[in-house]
């Protein structure tokens, strides 16, 4: 097939539009989206310090690349590349290193930041304290509180995700089917700034995951290709078969969720306004209740390992 804008060889048919585009045309498709995306959730306006949530893989590696693309030429805005490496011995060090290549090569600094730094102890460990767990529902919460901690250390302004736009449409539906609507009004990216939290932003929010693994592979974009070994048991995987199969039946089904979504957020906004924070009495994070999350799981480990509450985080 040819590109249907210039009749060059085609390298992916857009079911959902129905066009066929050679590199060139795929490329300045996915940049053009992407850029339209991120100016319609945050104006720069200079000083602005940016934190790239990178776990090495394609949509974090392609949305460091984009943004040092978008911005790298305004020095009056920095990126700083932040890894939160979960303990997991068989998949995060590859994506550490390929995180820190990538980094290098677009000049901007690269932190990491360890599970044990934060909660005290890895994935591997926590698994094997609490088997019948599902490990997500550890690592959620642990990863949310360690990102918020690195990019507020570093003075970070806003922190980039490299969620797109199957990882979008996911969340809304599991949050609907959970009934969990106080939830679904909080899904990023954010708009009100909240004492203690470092507002997200989603550059590749509209952006296919296919379409971003395309991208990351034309463009060079070096990166970890591994799926974490303890994702089969979450409950996302079930959602991920879901909008695959509605999309595959009627392409374009996913931005449809997401639009639809967007059409919605200003009245749950509205029903559920942010909640008034306050500093975890262990760690200091800002959170609704008495106690975060994060340090509510790991007193539950503490207990689980029959030992004492563990101490304060640093």
Not at 105 to 132: F, N, R, S, W
Not at 172 to 188: P, Q, T, Y
Not at 251 to 276: F, M, N, Q, S
């Amino acid at each position: 097939m040819t590109c249907d804008r210039c009749g060059a060889p085609s390298v992916e048919w857009i079911r959902y539009s129905g066009e066929h585009l050679c590199r060139d045309h795929f490329l300045e498709f996915v940049e053009r989206r992407t850029k339209r995306e991120l100016r319609s959730q945050v104006d720069f306006r200079g000083g602005e310090r940016v934190a790239v949530g990178m776990s090495g893989g394609k949509d974090s590696s392609a949305t460091a690349f984009l943004l040092a693309k978008f911005l790298g030429d305004r020095r009056d805005i920095e990126l700083i590349g932040i890894t939160i490496d979960e303990g997991i011995a068989s998949y995060r060090p590859e994506g550490i290193e390929r995180a820190r290549r990538l980094c290098t090569k677009l000049g901007i600094e690269h932190q990491v930041l360890a599970y044990e730094e934060t909660v005290g102890q890895g994935m591997d460990d926590v698994v094997a304290l609490d088997p019948q767990a599902i490990p997500c529902s550890y690592c959620g919460p642990f990863r949310r509180h360690a990102l918020n901690r690195a990019a507020r250390d570093v003075h970070a302004d806003y922190v980039a995700t490299g969620l797109n736009l199957d990882d979008t449409a996911q969340s809304i539906l599991m949050n609907v089917a959970r009934g969990d609507v106080e939830k679904l009004a909080r899904l990023g990216p954010h708009e009100v700034r909240q004492p203690g939290l470092v507002p997200r932003i989603q550059p590749l929010r509209m952006i296919p995951e296919k379409e971003v693994y395309l991208y990351a592979m034309l463009r060079g974009i070096e990166f970890h290709d591994a799926t974490c070994p303890y994702a089969e048991r979450a409950q996302r995987g079930r959602f991920r078969d879901i909008v695959h199969r509605l999309e595959e039946e009627s392409p374009g089904t996913r931005h449809a969720i997401v639009r639809g979504y967007d059409e919605l957020r200003p009245l749950l906004h509205e029903k559920y306004p942010p909640a008034a924070l306050n500093a975890c009495a262990r760690c200091g994070e800002p959170t609704v209740h008495a106690v975060c999350k994060a340090c509510e799981l790991r007193e539950r480990l503490a207990q689980i390992a029959g030992a004492d509450i563990a101490e304060p985080i640093p």
